[in-house]
Structure formats: C-alpha cells, structure tokens
C-alpha cells in the first residue's frame, strides 16, 4: 500500500509539473508583433473627412441673349455656381407669360428678366418678386441718317423707327425724347417695325429717319454709317433693365439658393469686367455668336452698365412702373416688388471686396 501511494503521488506531482509548464510558457509566449509603423499609424489616425453637402438643384432661365444677361453666362461659364455650392439647370424662356407662368407654377426658381415682366407678374397677383439687378441702366441708342437728322435740333418731325410700341425701344425714344426736350408724341413720329433687321432696313430705304438699336444692332449700324445721335446710357437714363427675380414663396422657403444666387452672379461680372478674353468666350458659349470683335466691343460698353453687387435701384424700378399699361400698376411702389434683404446681406457679408475690381 505504501508504495502505491508513493506511485499515485509521484504521478499526482508529474502531472501538477505539467500543467505549471504549461501555464508558465503561455505565459512567457509573446503575442504576434504588429507590422512596422502601425502603432504610428494608430496614433496619428483621424476621423474620415465629412462627404461634402450635394449642391442645391435649381431651375433658372434667360430672356434674351442680351448683354444684361450676360453675368448668367459669365457665373455658369466659370463655374461659380457650383463653386457656390449650386447645380444650376440654365435654360432660355419666352419673356411675359411664358415666363410668369413658369415662376408662378414653381417650373423656374429663379430667373433674369427685364424689370417690366415681373411688374405685370406682381400687378396681376402672381406675387413675382426683385431680388437683385444686373444693370440699371437703359442700353439702348438712338442712331440716325447723318442726312437727315445732322442735329439734336432736326430731330423734331422725324420718324423713328422702334421694335415693338411699348418695348423697350419705344420705352428709349420716349425717354431719350423727354430728356432732349421734346414731346415724343407730338414731336415724333414713331413706327413699330417688328424687329431690328426690319428696322435696319427701314433706315436703309429712307423710310426711317432714326431708330432706337441695341448695342449689338447698333454694331451693323455704325459700320453702315449711321450716326449716334443719343446714348441712353450716357445720358444715365435709369431703367431696370436686367433683373434678378423669384417668387415671394421661393425667397421664403429657400433664401439659401437666392444668397448663392448673387454671390455667383456678382463672382461673373467681375470675372466680364476684369477679363475681356474670357466674357468674349462667355458670351460665344451661350449667344452662339463668333464675331469676336462685336463681342468685344459689347463686353467694353457693358463694363460700365453691369452693377457687380446687384442692388436694384428703387428709382430705375420707378421708371418701369411709371411706363406699364395695366392701370394697376398706379398704385404700386417700388418697394413693393423688390426684396432688399438679400442684396443687403450681399454688401454686408464682405464678399464684394474679395472679387476683382
């Protein structure tokens, strides 16, 4: 019996032996070594950077291949739109109704427009609102045959020929009329001709003694050797003839896209004042137009006539409302139609003093 014990205890001690080995060399066994640098690389790693914000989709649309529309293309063409955080869907729209009916039924967010459409949108209730200017300034000119007109004096009795009664052409003769001290409605003969080839031609066969022509009609004009007899600009005839404009529920519900609106917009014009190369470019892009020396020529007169931090001005408004037929039209301010927060926040912001002058 006793040396059965001694043999149980020696196996019961071989055993305990065992089991401390094994214990100790787990013990003892280092773990895998990490791979070179990776402790480094665990204490220098940082958070994933955030996806940037998806750009705000909107829908806006041009009139006329004007130059007042010009800061559009200019903002689309640099990328300003998207550098201000917009997807800018850009699309060319018949002004007066087909316009209006596009702002009010939420098809268009935001648009350039003469002034005179979104005055009959707000006369007629579709609550059309001006967010900010692109020129206050009529850029229009009256030109006419040296020989018949050789004088501001010969003027009186002449015919003068305009687009359209009541477009802006007529609004120019009027004006102009007025400033030089002449009733265009008894002093003038004034005829619609229905278009500025027509009117060209009008002056080519003597029927017309004058005309009023836009910068680029006027181009052809003095290269046929009509004289211009007044400038609408020099003579600082103010009409807001470029808009920025909305509704008063898109201002309401997505003040961001007007804010980004204008700041892409003002980044244009400096970039058209500034860059001569790049506005002919610019303008070539969306007038389909290559005559590269007219482009430049209407990029130096409208260097002067763009308004780079887009406040509209309560009197060129004025002058709009006092010219619209619908009689409702009496009892508007301008005040009532435009919406100043937005340029106002634009001047107060300091972006202005950042672009180029």
């Known amino acids: 019996m006793g040396g ?31 791979p070179p640098g990776a402790a480094a690389a665990a204490a220098t790693a940082q958070p994933a950077p955030a996806a940037a914000p998806a750009p705000l989709h909107i829908r806006a649309a041009y009139t006329t291949f004007s130059g007042s529309v010009a800061p559009w293309w200019a903002a689309a063409e640099g990328g300003y739109f998207r550098e201000q955080g917009l997807a800018v869907e850009l699309t ?14 939420g098809d268009l967010d935001v648009t350039y427009s003469g002034a005179p459409s979104i005055v009959l949108g707000y006369v007629q209730g579709l609550e059309t609102i001006i967010v900010g200017a692109t020129t206050n300034l009529l850029d229009n000119s009256l030109y006419v045959r040296p020989e018949a007109v050789p004088t501001v004096a010969d003027l009186r009795g002449k015919t003068i020929g305009v687009t359209r009664l009541k477009a802006i052409t007529d609004v120019t003769v009027r004006l102009i009329a007025q400033r030089l001290g002449l009733d265009p409605d008894t002093d003038l003969r004034i005829r619609g001709t229905g278009g500025y080839p027509q009117t060209l031609a009008g002056l080519e ?9 836009s910068p680029e009609a006027a181009f ?4 046929r ?46 970039r058209l004042r500034t860059d001569r190369e ?21 990029i130096d007169f409208y260097r002067d006539v763009w308004v780079a931090d887009l406040y509209p001005d309560p009197a060129a408004l004025q002058t709009v409302i006092e010219v619209e037929e619908n ?17 106002n926040r634009l001047r107060q912001s300091g972006f202005l003093d950042t672009l180029p002058q």
Do not use: K
């Open 4 to 34: 059965r014990l001694r043999s149980g205890l020696v196996r019961a001690s071989a055993c305990l032996w065992v089991l401390w080995s094994l214990a100790c060399g787990a013990a003892a066994t280092p773990h895998a070594a990490p």
């Open 92 to 105: 060319l729209v018949e002004p007066g109704a087909s316009l209006l009916a596009a702002l009010h039924n």
């Open 205 to 213: 066969a003597g029927v017309l003694d004058g005309a009023a022509l």
């Open 220 to 223: 052809e004009a003095r290269q």
């Open 225 to 270: 050797g009509y004289r211009e007899l007044a400038n609408a600009q020099q003579l600082g005839l103010r009409f807001m003839n470029g808009t920025v404009a909305t509704t008063r529920r898109t201002a309401a519900e997505r003040p961001e896209v007007i804010d980004r609106t204008l700041r892409a917009l003002a980044q244009g014009i400096a």
């Open 278 to 298: 790049f506005g002919v470019r610019a303008w070539a892009a969306y007038s389909h137009n290559d005559n590269t020396e007219l482009l430049g020529q209407l």
């Open 327 to 343: 009689p409702l039209a009496r009892t508007v301010r301008p005040e009532d139609v435009i919406d100043f927060q937005f340029a």
